[in-house]
């Protein structure tokens, strides 16, 4: 097979989605299901160059998003696709291209890397910044005339916290393996005094912040569901 030699300018985004299934209870309890071995993995980037023919010739040399080549980052190489059709912006002068950019989206066709087994002791590191959260009871509230009547539906609130996370590379490399061990197993979360533990979301999308090839950190955002 080929390997995709265009070289991603800028931030690099990696996005992990697991597709687990969740099953709701009239009492707004959830049960998950695994339905991956390992999640879905997406990377997102911009490139850029003077020969647009030779990404179009690549991309059409593989029929879009039908036939596989090798993609390096991070030191891995991995079996990927492209995920969506290709859409070249195009810097003219005279009529002539001069330049190009281009958005690429390339789906791993399935991950090479092992994680660890998960653990509810694993701790999940704290966000930086605000944070928002949401307690809710989804206290049934029906109007009757001039009154309403309110009936409890559980016994203890539903809650969540919205956060952003950021760090340099081998924070970066944790949260990743902590996503990709946890897929809606329990971890620990430190909060505000308290020791929770929470639920990553299904999908997870992690901001590489590079300088010239190297990854020097990252940024990622994550609405967390508290279970304890």
Same mark, same amino acid.
């Given at each position: 097979? !080929?390997? *995709?030699? %265009? /070289?991603?300018? =800028?931030?690099?985004?990696?996005? @992990?989605?697991?597709?687990?299934?969740?099953?709701?209870?009239?009492?707004?309890?959830?049960?998950?299901?695994?339905?991956?071995?390992?999640?879905?993995?997406?990377?997102?980037?911009?490139?850029?160059?003077?020969?647009?023919?030779?990404?179009?010739?690549?991309?059409?040399?593989?029929?879009?998003?039908? !036939?596989? *080549?090798? %993609? /390096?980052?991070? =030191?891995?190489?991995?079996?990927? @696709?492209?995920?969506?059709?290709?859409?070249?912006?195009?810097?003219?002068?005279?009529?002539?291209?001069?330049?190009?950019?281009?958005?690429?989206?390339?789906?791993?066709?399935?991950?090479?890397?092992?994680?660890?087994?998960?653990?509810?002791?694993?701790?999940?590191?704290?966000?930086?910044?605000?944070?928002?959260?949401?307690?809710?009871?989804?206290?049934?509230?029906?109007?009757?005339?001039?009154?309403?009547?309110?009936?409890?539906?559980?016994?203890?609130?539903?809650?969540?916290?919205?956060?952003?996370?950021?760090?340099?590379?081998?924070?970066?490399?944790?949260?990743?393996?902590?996503?990709?061990?946890?897929?809606?197993?329990?971890?620990?979360?430190?909060?505000?005094?308290?020791?929770?533990?929470?639920?990553?979301?299904?999908?997870?999308?992690?901001?590489?912040?590079?300088?010239?090839?190297?990854?020097?950190?990252?940024?990622?955002?994550?609405?967390?569901?508290?279970?304890?």
């Amino acid at each position: 097979m !080929e390997e *995709f030699r %265009f /070289t991603p300018y =800028g931030d690099v985004s990696i996005t @992990y989605e697991w597709n687990s299934k969740a099953m709701s209870f009239e009492d707004y309890t959830k049960q998950y299901y695994r339905r991956r071995v390992r999640a879905k993995k997406t990377y997102s980037f911009e490139i850029s160059g003077l020969d647009l023919a030779a990404l179009v010739k690549f991309y059409n040399d593989h029929k879009g998003l039908q !036939e596989p *080549f090798y %993609f /390096t980052y991070d =030191g891995i190489t991995e079996v990927c @696709y492209f995920a969506q059709a290709i859409n070249p912006k195009c810097k003219r002068e005279n009529g002539i291209i001069k330049a190009y950019s281009c958005g690429v989206a390339l789906e791993v066709d399935h991950q090479l890397t092992n994680y660890p087994t998960a653990q509810e002791t694993d701790v999940l590191p704290g966000p930086y910044g605000d944070t928002d959260q949401i307690v809710d009871w989804h206290t049934n509230v029906v109007s009757m005339g001039q009154r309403s009547e309110r009936m409890e539906k559980q016994v203890k609130p539903t809650r969540t916290i919205t956060g952003k996370w950021s760090g340099l590379k081998p924070e970066r490399d944790k949260m990743i393996r902590l996503f990709n061990s946890h897929c809606r197993v329990p971890l620990t979360f430190r909060y505000n005094g308290e020791t929770l533990k929470v639920i990553f979301p299904d999908k997870l999308e992690i901001k590489d912040k590079r300088e010239l090839k190297n990854i020097i950190g990252y940024e990622c955002q994550m609405e967390l569901e508290v279970v304890d």
